[in-house]
Each structure stands twice: as structure tokens, then as C-alpha cells.
């Protein structure tokens, strides 16, 4: 009888060792580990509402007017999104605009897990967020770019900050036509 009481006790003590173990396993895949990411965090897709040649541009004017050219991003990500914060580097990697866009504000994608999110960018530097995604114009450059911007975003929520690069940049030109 002896024997049987102490089974029970190493049973017991292996049942709370395996439930200690397994905790931080179940909050992790649950997106809940503190302070960390899940891995759905993907940086899916750039285009912009300007195309030259099939590639998409930026256009500090089109038709002699700055009115702006629409960035769409593509992303993934599970879990509640609070916001993601936009931000344009210049070639050289100096920050030319920022914008934090809050989760509400994304526009779900083709897929579960799957966000756009539209910006404008004028000329002048400034980041406007969109409601919709503007359909794509065909326009023709005229001359070299005048530089070109990469897209880096970070995605926030309550326990983390994912940041995401881009690695596409896309050329800006000073005159479009339509």
C-alpha cells in the first residue's frame, strides 16, 4: 500500500512538471508570449496608384499638380493590430516621412490574416491615410528619377512591435503625365 501512495505522488509531481513546462508552449502559440512576435508578420506587398511601364512610381507632380500619389501596402498579421507606423527613407536611409495609421483603418485582404493599407504621398513629404485603394493610372516619365523611398512599417499591438522592411524601393520623378 506504501508503494501505491508514493506512485500516485511521482504521477502527481509529473503532471505539474508537464503543465509547467507546457504553459509557456500554449501561451506562445496563442500569440500571447510576451513582448514577442507570432511569426504571421509579413511585409506582403508595395505598389503605388502610378505606373510607368508596368513597375509603380511615385510622382511628385502629375500634370503640373501635387496631388499626391497612393502607396499601397500589403501585410499579414494575426492577432489585434492597434496600429502600424509608415515610414518613407530616402536612398541614403534619412527618414523623410512617418505616419501611424491605426488597425481600424486597415482594409482586409484577399485572404484571413490579410491587410491593405493606403497612404498618399505629396510631394511636399506629408503621408495621408486613405480609406479605399485608388485604381491605377498609366503614367509617363519624362527624365531620371530624383531619388527613390523605401517603405519600412511596425506593426503595434498591446505586447509587441513588429518592425517590417520593405525591399523594394520606388523611384520618384519630378513631372508625370497622365
Same mark, same amino acid.
Given at each position: 500500500?506504501?508503494?501505491?501512495?508514493?506512485?500516485?505522488?511521482?504521477?502527481?509531481?509529473?503532471?505539474?512538471?508537464?503543465?509547467?513546462?507546457?504553459?509557456?508552449?500554449?501561451?506562445?502559440?496563442?500569440?500571447?508570449?510576451?513582448? #514577442?512576435?507570432?511569426?504571421?508578420?509579413?511585409?506582403?506587398?508595395?505598389?503605388?496608384?502610378?505606373?510607368?511601364?508596368?513597375?509603380?512610381?511615385?510622382?511628385?507632380?502629375?500634370?503640373?499638380?501635387?496631388?499626391?500619389?497612393?502607396?499601397?501596402?500589403?501585410?499579414?498579421? #494575426?492577432?489585434?493590430?492597434?496600429?502600424?507606423?509608415?515610414?518613407?527613407?530616402?536612398?541614403?536611409?534619412?527618414?523623410?516621412?512617418?505616419?501611424?495609421?491605426?488597425?481600424?483603418?486597415?482594409?482586409? #485582404?484577399?485572404?484571413?490574416?490579410?491587410?491593405?493599407?493606403?497612404?498618399?504621398?505629396?510631394?511636399?513629404?506629408?503621408?495621408? !491615410?486613405?480609406?479605399?485603394?485608388?485604381?491605377?493610372?498609366? !503614367?509617363?516619365?519624362?527624365?531620371?528619377?530624383?531619388?527613390?523611398?523605401?517603405?519600412?512599417? *511596425?506593426?503595434?499591438?498591446?505586447?509587441?512591435? *513588429?518592425?517590417?522592411?520593405?525591399? *523594394?524601393?520606388?523611384?520618384?520623378?519630378?513631372?508625370?503625365?497622365?
Amino acid at each position: 500500500m506504501l508503494k501505491l501512495r508514493s506512485d500516485a505522488k511521482v504521477n502527481r509531481m509529473k503532471k505539474v512538471i508537464l503543465a509547467a513546462l507546457a504553459t509557456p508552449l500554449v501561451l506562445a502559440s496563442c500569440g500571447t508570449a510576451l513582448g #514577442g512576435t507570432d511569426g504571421s508578420e509579413k511585409f506582403l506587398t508595395l505598389t503605388s496608384s502610378a505606373t510607368a511601364a508596368g513597375a509603380p512610381v511615385l510622382c511628385n507632380a502629375v500634370n503640373g499638380a501635387d496631388s499626391g500619389t497612393q502607396i499601397v501596402i500589403g501585410l499579414a498579421a #494575426g492577432g489585434t493590430i492597434q496600429n502600424v507606423r509608415v515610414t518613407l527613407k530616402d536612398d541614403a536611409g534619412k527618414v523623410v516621412s512617418t505616419t501611424d495609421v491605426a488597425g481600424s483603418y486597415l482594409i482586409k #485582404g484577399a485572404k484571413d490574416g490579410e491587410y491593405l493599407l493606403p497612404v498618399t504621398r505629396k510631394a511636399t513629404g506629408t503621408l495621408t !491615410v486613405d480609406k479605399a485603394v485608388a485604381s491605377t493610372s498609366a !503614367v509617363t516619365v519624362s527624365g531620371a528619377p530624383v531619388g527613390t523611398l523605401k517603405t519600412d512599417i *511596425v506593426i503595434n499591438r498591446s505586447r509587441s512591435a *513588429v518592425p517590417l522592411a520593405s525591399t *523594394v524601393t520606388l523611384p520618384v520623378y519630378a513631372s508625370c503625365a497622365k
